[in-house]
């Protein structure tokens, strides 16, 4: 339950961010450990993903205790500019991704990749493959894992919202975990370019809000104001589609 103090126009799009965006990352993770195990067996895919989530939760239980240290307008300031860029970015992409500008990015495309990178290995040394499918692992785990933890934190610093931001980051890991031991297969049919869209508008519209009250701006509506925010963001990214995929005239 939330303290009272904690609206839920500030929680819904904080959690919901937190969520998709760990599904994006959980899944393209996912994809490496599944390729892993699959070439090398379970013993050095698990190997490597424990270890990488040891690392992360080492690096959450580090930060955590920082935060509170940080006075909270310059939290705020910090993590809405980190946060808006972050969000852009995603939302760069998932626009040329939606015009054809750049591929779409597929799972079964980087489960082959990597299975094929990983019995070459096996090809040129079989002694030292286990070591190497353990550090593809865990590598994907941590890389994917790091930006999970930022968006995590950045939505939910200072507003008492790391507990239901992490609790949707939990949520899905745990969806993509329990489909990808029930299919036993790379998840090439979650729309991840969609997922990366939607993610890209809710990281654009905290980070403007974020960066707004650091900078002391009075938002009209408050924390309503974020809703405005990320639907602003939403149309523009959606005007952008068709501009991006007409041709240029030289």
């Known amino acids: 339950m939330l303290p009272s103090t904690i ?16 599904l994006v990352e959980v899944v393209e993770a996912f994809t490496i450990v599944l390729a892993v195990a699959t070439v090398r067996g379970l013993r050095p895919a698990l190997t490597g993903a424990v270890a990488g989530l040891g690392l992360l939760a080492v690096l959450v239980l580090t930060l955590g205790p920082l935060l509170d240290r940080i006075p909270l307008q310059v939290l705020q ?10 969000g852009l970015r ?29 019995r070459g290995a096996a090809a040129r040394d079989e ?7 353990g550090l593809a692992a865990f590598k994907a785990i941590v890389l994917e894992g790091i930006e999970v933890v930022f968006v995590v934190i950045a939505v939910g610093a200072g507003r008492g919202l790391l507990w239901p931001a992490a609790l949707g980051a939990v949520a899905a890991c745990a969806l993509v975990l329990a ?3 029930l299919l036993r297969s790379p998840l090439s049919r979650v729309p991840e370019n969609t997922l990366k869209f939607g993610v890209g508008v809710m990281l654009s519209g905290f980070g403007v809000y974020w960066t707004g009250e650091g900078l002391g701006v009075t938002w009209p509506g408050h ?5 405005g925010l990320v639907a602003f963001f939403l ?4 005007a952008l589609v068709p501009v991006a995929r007409a041709p240029v005239n030289s």
């Open 7 to 22: 609206s839920w126009a500030t929680a819904a799009p904080a959690v919901s961010a937190a969520f998709l965006a760990s």
């Open 77 to 86: 300031l910090v993590i809405g500019v980190l946060l808006l860029l972050f």
């Open 90 to 118: 995603w939302l760069r992409k998932a626009i040329l991704r939606s015009a054809g500008v750049i591929a779409l990015h597929d799972e079964a495309l980087a489960f082959a990749k990597e299975s094929s990178d990983l």
């Open 127 to 133: 002694r030292h493959l286990d070591w190497i499918a």
């Open 179 to 181: 489909i990808g031991m």
């Open 223 to 227: 924390d309503l104001a974020i809703l």
């Open 235 to 238: 149309a523009l990214g959606l």
